[in-house]
């Protein structure tokens, strides 16, 4: 039987991605509960969530995976918005500006505890009240860092990616597959 990989999250993006890569895993939902101050270091606070997430679930002899993303502009942190209203918010601040989309990933094994962080330039084009209420309207600011999925409407917005579009996604795959190359090849998919 191959062994799995247990996701610490319940993201149905990072499970897309996942299958997408061939990874096997399984799905346990994190008991971390993350705290996202504006003003912190979006490095600091990636990685900190990812290992708090992974932890959280972490049994002896496994490998677990925790990821955390979050979206950083002018030394401000744009984690999940808490209503509508902070998400317009949000979005009317990123539009037609240039911000960075940061994952941190943590991988926990026997005798492996790392955690790398993955950035992404992303560059909106500026929008109206009506484009900006659509998005609002969509509803995929909910649960979302920096209250908008770039896989969904709010693609429509992006001018320019400048990095790894899965990191925008909420897993960044090729930084995924390098960390387990290193630390946990046996994880990799095998070609058929």
């Not at 984690?79 to 317009?88: F, N, S, T």
């Not at 539009?95 to 560059?123: F, K, M, N, Q």
Request: aromatic share 6%.
């Amino acid at each position: 039987m191959t062994e799995r990989l247990i996701l610490a999250s319940t993201s149905p993006q990072r499970r897309a991605i996942l299958e997408q890569l061939r990874i096997p895993f399984e799905v346990v939902s994190p008991t971390y509960v993350e705290h996202d101050p504006p003003d912190a270091d979006p490095v600091d606070l990636v990685r900190d969530h990812a290992r708090g997430k992974a932890r959280s679930v972490h049994r002896t002899g496994r490998w677990t995976l925790g990821v955390d993303t979050t979206v950083h502009l002018d030394g401000r942190i744009y984690a999940k918005a808490r209503d509508a209203d902070e998400a317009r918010w949000m979005l009317s601040s990123l539009a037609g500006r240039t911000h960075t989309v940061i994952s941190g990933l943590c991988l926990l094994g026997p005798g492996i505890d790392r955690s790398v962080e993955a950035r992404t330039e992303v560059t909106f084009r500026t929008v109206d009240d009506d484009q900006l209420s659509a998005l609002i309207d969509a509803n995929e600011w909910q649960g979302r860092a920096g209250a908008y999925a770039i896989q969904g409407e709010t693609g429509s917005i992006v001018d320019r990616i400048d990095g790894d579009y899965w990191n925008v996604v909420g897993l960044p795959g090729p930084l995924l597959l390098e960390l387990l190359a290193e630390v946990a090849p046996h994880l990799l998919p095998r070609p058929k």
